[in-house]
């Protein structure tokens, strides 16, 4: 008898699992749940081309319809598992339905934190996580004159330099001192500031929302100082929460996410876990800590580790983390994750905007950030992957071609290091 893959999350990495798994040699059923109507599409654009019209929504499906049948991956649209009954290896349904399964994969993926004031559920109020979301915010938009942006994370400076773009007035709330606080240097939040800035955006730092109050016929934001700030449209990005139900609901570790390990599997041998939902130790922690990462570099790497040790081919998660953001004309990419970073220097010209920012901790090459530098982001990817370790200062000399780290040393390759 064909054994069955059920992947609960029509995902980046739902999608991707059900295809690394076909592609690695897996013959039986594949069968992909979907809480969307929509087959898994494109996510980064939303907040970007989607919003200011200059990505039609037609080239979002990550596949075409005719992948699916080709492969034979059955794909089941607004289907939402409830309960995994692990004892008889079957997940059920929300119409009761039920479905056994040999291999079963978690890509539930996370949902957005809501805002929690009074007037948090009025109709100017827009998220920004799914497709349905991003239609609503883009009607909204084209009739909009004023925006509020609450939090200064990617999402929230995403929607703002987007709206900006359209020519909508925006200011930007963030509780924290600066933008990016959790994931980039001072440095670049300070660079990022004044691109936004620069073009009309206004900021509120140190700002708490208190509430969503009826003004002159529209609304204003009340923050925590009193002050309010009319909108017609408010956009909440305030991080998300990890769809982690499914798996707790069933007696899985939970630790901050679907607790998997180097393979992807969760605490259920059979169950495995890969995306926004999963929480694993990765290679680069610099004390070995868990963590999630909300990424779709993650979410296909990790799936693809998943779908590999569902066949058999045992291969630890050992991917480089990397990041991407597109703000008006400015291409942010990371490689890497700068945390604990001690050191770093700037190759480049900040002038042009056209520059990296390479850190080290204890002289170690950690992390690189690039505006408008793709060459140096795709190095650094290569830089980061390999080992290799240039200096501050052969890095801040423009004159050196890091290239050079690329190719091990001869001496190396004879004694068979690299």
Same mark, same amino acid.
């Not at 990617?154 to 703002?160: D, F, Q, R, T, V």
């Not at 009319?230 to 990890?242: E, K, R, S, Y």
């Not at 400015?330 to 390479?358: C, P, W, Y």
């Not at 004159?399 to 190396?412: G, R, V």
């Given at each position: 008898?064909?054994?069955?893959l059920?992947?609960?999350?029509? /995902?980046?990495?739902?999608?991707? *699992?059900?295809?690394s798994a076909?592609?690695?040699?897996?013959?039986?059923?594949?069968?992909? *749940?979907?809480?969307e109507?929509?087959?898994?599409?494109?996510?980064?654009?939303?907040?970007k081309?989607?919003l200011?019209?200059?990505?039609a929504?037609? =080239? &979002?499906?990550?596949?075409?319809q005719?992948?699916?049948?080709d492969?034979?991956?059955?794909?089941m649209?607004s289907t939402?598992a409830?309960?995994?009954?692990r004892a008889?290896?079957?997940?059920?349904?929300?119409?009761?339905?039920?479905?056994?399964?040999?291999h079963?994969?978690?890509?539930?993926g996370?949902?957005? =934190?809501k805002?929690?004031?009074?007037g948090?559920t009025?109709?100017?109020?827009?998220?920004l $996580?799914? &497709?349905?979301?991003a $239609?609503?915010?883009?009607?909204?938009?084209?009739?909009a004159?004023?925006?509020?942006?609450?939090?200064?994370g990617?999402?929230?400076?995403?929607?703002?330099?987007? *709206?900006r773009?359209?020519g909508?007035?925006?200011?930007? @709330?963030?509780?924290?001192?600066?933008?990016?606080?959790?994931?980039?240097?001072?440095w670049?939040?300070?660079?990022?500031?004044?691109?936004?800035?620069?073009r009309?955006?206004?900021?509120?730092?140190?700002?708490?929302?208190?509430?969503?109050?009826? /003004?002159n016929?529209?609304?204003?934001?009340?923050?925590?100082?009193?002050?309010?700030?009319?909108?017609?449209l @408010?956009v909440?990005g305030?991080?998300? @929460?990890?769809n982690t139900?499914?798996?707790s609901?069933?007696?899985?570790?939970?630790?901050?996410?679907i607790a998997?390990?180097?393979?992807?599997?969760?605490?259920?041998p059979?169950?495995?876990?890969?995306g926004?939902?999963?929480?694993?130790?990765?290679?680069?922690?610099?004390?070995?800590?868990a963590?999630?990462?909300?990424?779709?570099?993650?979410?296909?790497?990790?799936?693809?580790?998943?779908?590999?040790a569902?066949?058999?081919r045992?291969e630890?998660?050992?991917?480089l983390?990397?990041?991407?953001?597109?703000?008006y004309?400015?291409?942010?990419q990371m490689a890497?994750?700068?945390?604990?970073?001690t050191?770093?220097?700037?190759?480049?010209?900040?002038?042009?905007h056209?520059?990296s920012?390479?850190?080290?901790?204890?002289?170690k090459? @950690?992390?690189v950030?690039?505006?408008?530098?793709p060459?140096?982001?795709?190095?650094? =990817?290569?830089l &980061?992957?390999c080992g290799?370790q240039?200096?501050?200062?052969?890095?801040g000399?423009?004159?050196?071609?890091?290239?050079?780290?690329?190719?091990p040393p001869?001496?190396?390759?004879?004694?068979?290091?690299a």
């Amino acid at each position: 008898m064909e054994k069955t893959l059920v992947i609960v999350g029509a /995902s980046y990495a739902g999608a991707q *699992l059900a295809a690394s798994a076909r592609e690695f040699g897996f013959g039986g059923n594949i069968v992909l *749940l979907g809480d969307e109507p929509d087959a898994p599409y494109h996510r980064p654009p939303l907040s970007k081309g989607f919003l200011t019209g200059t990505y039609a929504e037609d =080239r &979002l499906p990550l596949r075409s319809q005719a992948f699916f049948k080709d492969e034979r991956i059955e794909w089941m649209p607004s289907t939402r598992a409830t309960y995994i009954d692990r004892a008889r290896q079957e997940i059920e349904l929300h119409n009761g339905a039920r479905i056994a399964y040999d291999h079963l994969a978690l890509t539930t993926g996370a949902r957005v =934190r809501k805002l929690d004031c009074p007037g948090a559920t009025h109709e100017a109020v827009h998220y920004l $996580r799914d &497709l349905r979301d991003a $239609r609503h915010l883009a009607r909204a938009a084209q009739t909009a004159r004023r925006a509020v942006v609450i939090g200064g994370g990617y999402i929230g400076l995403e929607a703002a330099a987007s *709206l900006r773009q359209q020519g909508v007035s925006v200011t930007v @709330i963030e509780t924290e001192s600066r933008l990016l606080a959790r994931v980039a240097s001072r440095w670049l939040s300070e660079y990022i500031l004044y691109a936004h800035t620069d073009r009309g955006v206004a900021f509120e730092f140190g700002r708490k929302v208190v509430g969503v109050r009826p /003004s002159n016929g529209g609304v204003a934001v009340e923050l925590d100082d009193g002050s309010r700030l009319p909108a017609d449209l @408010i956009v909440v990005g305030i991080g998300v @929460i990890p769809n982690t139900e499914l798996a707790s609901d069933s007696g899985l570790t939970v630790a901050g996410g679907i607790a998997v390990d180097a393979f992807a599997r969760t605490s259920d041998p059979l169950i495995f876990a890969a995306g926004d939902c999963a929480s694993f130790v990765p290679h680069w922690a610099p004390e070995g800590a868990a963590c999630r990462i909300e990424s779709v570099q993650n979410a296909n790497d990790m799936a693809k580790t998943a779908a590999s040790a569902i066949v058999g081919r045992m291969e630890p998660y050992g991917a480089l983390p990397w990041f991407w953001s597109d703000q008006y004309n400015i291409k942010l990419q990371m490689a890497g994750v700068n945390a604990g970073f001690t050191e770093f220097v700037v190759r480049g010209s900040v002038e042009d905007h056209k520059f990296s920012l390479f850190y080290f901790r204890e002289k170690k090459l @950690i992390a690189v950030d690039s505006i408008n530098r793709p060459q140096d982001h795709m190095l650094a =990817r290569k830089l &980061l992957t390999c080992g290799a370790q240039p200096t501050l200062a052969q890095v801040g000399d423009p004159t050196f071609d890091l290239k050079s780290f690329e190719t091990p040393p001869a001496n190396q390759l004879a004694q068979g290091v690299a």
